[in-house]
C-alpha cells in the first residue's frame, strides 16, 4: 500500500494533484484533489471521452459555469459530469475552496501507460 500526500502534492503542482495510471498502475480510476485559491477564476471541470467523474467540494463555495446551466456548490455538496461535458470553476468564496474528484472510465478506450 502506499499513502499519497495530495494535500502537498497539489501546492507544489499548481493547486492541483491527479493521481493516474502511472500513480496507481491502473486504468481503472483516478483521483483529483485540488485547490482553488481566494479570487481564482475559471478553472476547467472536464471528465473527458470515456470517462465519468464525481465532484466534491470539501471546504469553500464555489461557482460552476456550463454551457447548459451556471449553479453553486457548497462544501459537503457533489455533482456528476461525463464525457464532454464541461465547466469553469470559479472561487465564489471567502476562503480557498478545496474539491476532490473521483473518476473512472465509462467506455473502453486506450492510455499510454507503461507499467
Do not use: P
Not at 7 to 30: I, P, Q
Not at 51 to 80: M, R
Not at 99 to 105: D, K, L, R, T
Request: hydrophobic fraction near 35%; aromatic fraction near 6%; glycine fraction near 10%.
Amino acid at each position: 500500500m502506499h499513502i499519497y500526500n495530495v494535500s502537498d502534492l497539489a501546492l507544489n503542482n499548481e493547486c492541483e494533484c491527479v493521481l493516474g495510471s502511472t500513480d496507481l498502475k491502473t486504468h481503472a480510476c483516478y483521483l483529483v484533489y485540488g485547490v482553488l485559491k481566494l479570487d481564482e477564476k475559471e478553472r476547467l471541470i472536464k471528465a473527458g471521452k470515456g470517462h465519468e467523474e464525481i465532484v466534491c467540494l470539501t471546504s469553500g463555495e464555489v461557482l460552476l459555469k456550463g454551457e447548459k446551466e451556471t449553479f453553486n456548490l457548497k462544501q459537503g455538496q457533489a455533482f456528476h459530469i461525463k464525457g464532454d461535458e464541461a465547466y469553469l470553476m470559479d472561487n465564489a468564496g471567502s476562503v480557498d475552496a478545496v474539491y476532490v474528484i473521483a473518476g473512472g472510465h465509462s467506455e473502453a478506450h486506450n492510455h499510454k501507460w507503461e507499467g
